[in-house]
């Protein structure tokens, strides 16, 4: 990514639709690690890919240090480690979406039933 290609630290909120805050955060907790020119912040395509993830693994339900931890494999291990801790975590997030939606249909149900009740009751 060339300067003109840089993202400013106002530009990335935009484009991702996040406030200040969570942008500084995630730089605090090592998710982004913006370029710095003085006070200045610059967020390259390293970093709009890597703040893509993050969204969509929040999305998921991803805890941001799982995410954290997932985005260092990367670094550290390459591709391969990284897909495959991938494949784990997702794994072990499909179970779960699967157990909240299974008791949010027993929820939905059990609200019906009492709402049908009390609308016959007034009938």
Do not use: N
Request: aromatic share 10%; proline share 2%.
């Amino acid at each position: 990514m060339s300067d003109d290609d840089r993202l400013t630290f106002k530009e990335m909120c935009a484009k991702f639709d996040v406030t200040p805050r969570t942008l500084r955060y995630y730089e605090y907790i090592e998710l982004l690690e913006p370029e710095k020119e003085g006070r200045t912040r610059f967020y390259t395509s390293r970093e709009v890919a890597r703040m893509t993830l993050i969204l969509r693994g929040r999305r998921f339900g991803f805890a941001l240090e799982e995410l954290r931890q997932w985005l260092m494999i990367y670094d550290e291990q390459g591709t391969d480690a990284q897909m495959q801790a991938w494949v784990e975590l997702a794994d072990r997030q499909l179970a779960a979406l699967r157990d909240q939606h299974a008791q949010l249909v027993d929820s939905i149900d059990d609200l019906q039933r009492l709402r049908d009740g009390a609308a016959t009751t007034l009938s």
